[in-house]
């Protein structure tokens, strides 16, 4: 099993910036990816950005592109997600997810509000 906590989440005024961070603990040995969603109400949830954890490639939404930055530090287990610029409909509940293999996600964060304000 692998936990995961996020943190940094909160209130920015349009054209600000946020940094999200998330702990993974456990059995994080050998994970694939870890990446973050997005869920804004009454929208279904999305994936706005990963990264390989072997190797560092990323992938990145289109609509954030640009805008965010996904880094990490394996020896601390953390991912981070830099939001630069951040638009109203960037407004989510944003969750840490990790995979143990291509093409799912197994294990996920409680998720964290990022509001911001026009």
């Known amino acids: 099993q692998v936990q995961l906590v996020e943190s940094g989440g909160g209130l920015v005024q349009a054209g600000g910036s946020l940094r999200l961070s998330c702990a993974a603990s456990?059995?994080?040995?050998?994970?694939?990816?870890m990446g973050w969603f997005r869920q804004a109400p009454g929208k279904e949830r999305e994936l706005v950005t990963d990264i390989r954890w072997s190797g560092g490639s990323t992938y990145y939404a289109s609509s954030v592109k640009g805008r965010f930055t996904i880094s990490r530090d394996n020896a601390k287990n953390t991912v981070y997600l830099q939001m630069n610029s951040l638009k109203p409909e960037d407004t989510a509940v944003y969750y840490c997810?990790?995979?143990?293999?291509?093409?799912?996600?197994?294990?996920w964060g409680q998720g964290t509000q990022v509001t911001v304000s026009s």
């Open positions: 997810a990790a995979s143990a293999a291509a093409g799912h996600y197994d294990y």
């Open positions: 456990g059995r994080t040995f050998g994970l694939y990816a």
